[in-house]
């Protein structure tokens, strides 16, 4: 308390309104495969659209039933984590062809700077197709005043590759007497035509022009000095019409960091490798054979004499637009689209550029060496030469080799992606072995089912539904049982057999190789149901058998939203199915006296005549007789617990007294009178004083608050005693 000491009026704000917070009991975490998405990040899907957009379509093609299962859960509740597990998943990638756009040369004569200068171009893409005809640009003398250059007179009049125009100028600076009209796409296929004149009839020509590579419809070979095969590029040949040819960098590899070997970069084999964000087949794209596109795939649209745009697409629709270029006054490839999986612009896909490589080489020491990784600024304009910058492996340790790509230079400085579509292909699930869904929690990211041990998540309910190893579920059971945070839901294999081996599966004896269990579950963390259900699929348009889990969790979400987590998700009122069409073993009453008693906790899914399939047993896996051996009662203690947990810990350092003390009974009695009012317990009372704070407890600096419930029992038998009297009888006093 603050001591005053001059006259005045002082305002003193104390906050006594402690109460305990709310939590929401139906957070379901799933961990499975899927064929898209990241990877071991427990992701927050509220909607189904999100899911299949995140982690793409379920199939049966995908091991387990993940996503089937976060589908239907998603009907009864909007917070699901969906953890995705892969083993040795790849990433669906394309190679897009990177080339040069056809560029001419502007002769340093006093034309267009003293004389008028008259120019016609004709522009042409990489699939031959004229998209400039005939374009006649006018360039006055004069047109930059006394001590302009040719170049810029006409770049003043043409252009600089602005978006959306077909050709450009470009030189080194304002006081370069040459410079190049650069046709705007890219590709062995591009070409451009450039006609001078001196008059504006178009009549009389001028030798003021020269083309940069005359006849290169394409690059394939080695490099030899500045140029590719015999293909010399900068040739002195001068003419008033001239066509200038692109070209294509042919990619001749398929990895390059796959173990090749290489001294320098081989131009000649140069591409953008488009890759899939994260993993998976959900990211591979084709074409039909109407030409409608599937999938991913990418289309790059030559814009401008700099520019060009990557759309990434998803059944043919564009789902990413980046507009990059690889002249200095345009965002860089590398820039616009990402090259890995942190900082991300793009959702889908990141990409690099990569070299072919072929050729053997030492370094230094005289070892072999291989490129390991590819970096590069791939910064491609008038004034410079690319660099391109890689790294090599040695025996001695890595280096950083740094290297001209040498078909870049000269005519070849315009470089762009060339224009057309690609397909993302070769992407895998990583779903071919369970095992990978049992994780670790030793290190971070925390992977599989460890993934739930994030107590920020608030996951209550768990499942891996449609994987039955045996230790991904023990697995799964001992990290609700160490977190004591969810319900863990398994069940038997499809296809076990009769009640009698699900029972068997239950205990730990069964021996056939594709359903084997050899420990028992004995836990009130976990819940077990049988028998399969069968479900209308509308992805795969048939009919399939579902894990009983997926309508487990399904129902206890029902359940939370109608009433309370402390209510039995099971009976007509809140474990009726009305999606399933039948059940895969039929459940009598003799089989449900099995699975309930004799030690014996399995929840069983039967199917009435009137009332239809319905989930009729809420047993947890817990042996022994207690109250724990509920479902209702264990989620009431999940609960209560995490509102403990979250509501109490302002109390942390507060004086270990009579006060904290009463504050805390304050807190805590309100919130439980609240439970039982809404049926939860049945009595409770809270315990928070000397007789259980002793003196060593409080030595210890130890604050010990008894909770003392009673938890509703679930009347789950119910008998009707019948009694036949005597016409005589009292039945006032029977």
């Not at 294999?493 to 021996?511: E, F, L, M, R, V």
Request: overall charge negative; proline content about 4%; hydrophobic content about 35%.
């Amino acid at each position: 308390m603050p001591n005053y000491v001059s006259p005045g009026v002082y305002v003193i704000e104390k906050d006594i309104s402690d109460y305990l917070p709310s939590v929401n009991t139906s957070i379901v975490g799933i961990t499975g495969f899927a064929s898209k998405g990241p990877v071991d990040t427990p992701t927050l899907i509220t909607n189904q659209n999100q899911l299949v957009r995140t982690f793409g379509a379920p199939s049966e093609n995908i091991t387990g039933q993940a996503l089937e299962g976060a589908l239907e859960i998603l009907e009864e509740t909007n917070t699901v984590y969906f953890n995705r597990s892969a083993d040795s998943a790849l990433d669906a990638s394309a190679k897009v062809s990177v080339g040069f756009c056809p560029a001419v040369v502007v002769n340093a004569s006093s034309y267009g700077i003293d004389r008028d200068l008259y120019l016609k171009v004709n522009v042409y893409n990489n699939a031959g197709v004229k998209v400039l005809d005939n374009k006649s640009f006018s360039i006055p003398a004069g047109t930059l005043g006394a001590g302009g250059t040719q170049a810029a007179a006409i770049r003043k009049v043409v252009g600089g590759g602005l978006q959306n125009e077909k050709v450009g100028v470009f030189y080194n600076s304002d006081t370069t007497t040459s410079g190049h009209i650069v046709g705007s796409f890219a590709g062995s296929g591009a070409y451009v035509e450039v006609s001078a004149y001196s008059d504006s009839t178009f009549t009389t020509g001028l030798s003021a022009l020269n083309v940069v590579n005359p006849s290169a419809n394409d690059i394939t070979g080695g490099l030899s000095g500045y140029g590719v095969d015999s293909v010399t590029f900068g040739l002195n040949v001068w003419a008033s019409s001239v066509t200038a040819y692109g070209g294509t960098y042919v990619s001749n590899q398929t990895e390059v960091d796959g173990g090749g070997y290489a001294a320098s970069p081989n131009a000649s084999a140069i591409s953008y490798l488009v890759e899939s964000l994260y993993p998976g087949a959900g990211y591979n794209g084709g074409f039909r054979s109407d030409g409608t596109a599937s999938g991913n795939t990418i289309s790059v649209n030559g814009i401008g004499a700099g520019l060009f745009t990557v759309n990434v697409l998803q059944d043919g629709a564009v789902e990413e637009s980046f507009t990059a270029g690889v002249v200095s006054a345009s965002p860089t490839i590398d820039a616009a689209i990402n090259t890995g999986e942190t900082n991300t612009t793009s959702e889908i896909i990141k990409g690099n550029v990569v070299l072919g490589i072929n050729t053997p080489i030492s370094y230094g020491d005289g070892a072999a060496n291989f490129i390991d990784t590819l970096e590069q600024s791939f910064l491609i304009n008038e004034t410079e030469s690319p660099i391109m910058t890689y790294k090599l492996s040695t025996l001695t340790g890595e280096v950083t080799y740094t290297g001209l790509a040498q078909a870049f230079r000269q005519g070849a400085r315009f470089n762009k992606l060339v224009e057309g579509d690609y397909s993302l292909a070769g992407g895998n699930n990583g779903d071919g072995d369970v095992n990978t869904l049992v994780g670790t929690g030793a290190t971070e990211p925390k992977t599989g089912v460890h993934a739930f041990e994030d107590e920020s998540l608030n996951v209550g309910i768990a499942l891996v539904p449609g994987v039955y190893n045996e230790a991904v579920q023990n697995e799964l059971i001992s990290v609700a049982e160490s977190t004591q945070a969810f319900l863990a839901l398994v069940s038997p294999p499809y296809g076990i057999g009769t009640t009698q081996d699900a029972i068997d599966w239950h205990n730990g004896k069964s021996t056939t190789t594709a359903y084997s269990r050899t420990s028992a579950i004995n836990s009130s963390y976990a819940a077990i149901f049988f028998p399969h259900v069968k479900v209308f699929s509308t992805f795969d348009k048939k009919d399939r058998w579902y894990d009983p889990t997926i309508f487990a969790a399904r129902q206890m979400a029902f359940t939370d939203s109608v009433a309370d987590s402390w209510f039995a998700p099971a009976g007509f009122r809140r474990g009726r199915l009305t999606k399933p069409t039948d059940v895969e073993v039929k459940i009598t009453q003799g089989d449900r006296d099995s699975m309930y008693s004799g030690g014996n906790a399995i929840n069983p899914i039967s199917s009435f005549p009137q009332q239809g399939i319905t989930i009729f047993g809420q047993r947890t896996a817990q042996r022994s007789p207690s109250a724990l051996d509920r479902i209702n009662v264990r989620r009431l203690m999940i609960y209560i617990r995490k509102v403990l947990l979250q509501g109490t810990g302002r109390f942390v350092f507060e004086p270990n007294d009579e006060f904290t003390w009463e504050q805390l009974e304050a807190a805590l009695n309100p919130f439980l009178d609240d439970i039982l009012r809404r049926r939860g317990i049945q009595d409770f009372r809270v315990i928070c004083d000397e007789t259980v704070n002793t003196p060593a407890r409080v030595d210890r600096n130890e604050l010990w608050c008894k909770v003392i419930l009673k938890p509703t029992k679930t009347a789950e038998i119910i008998i009707f005693e019948l009694n036949l009297t005597s016409q005589s009888a009292d039945i006032t006093t029977l």
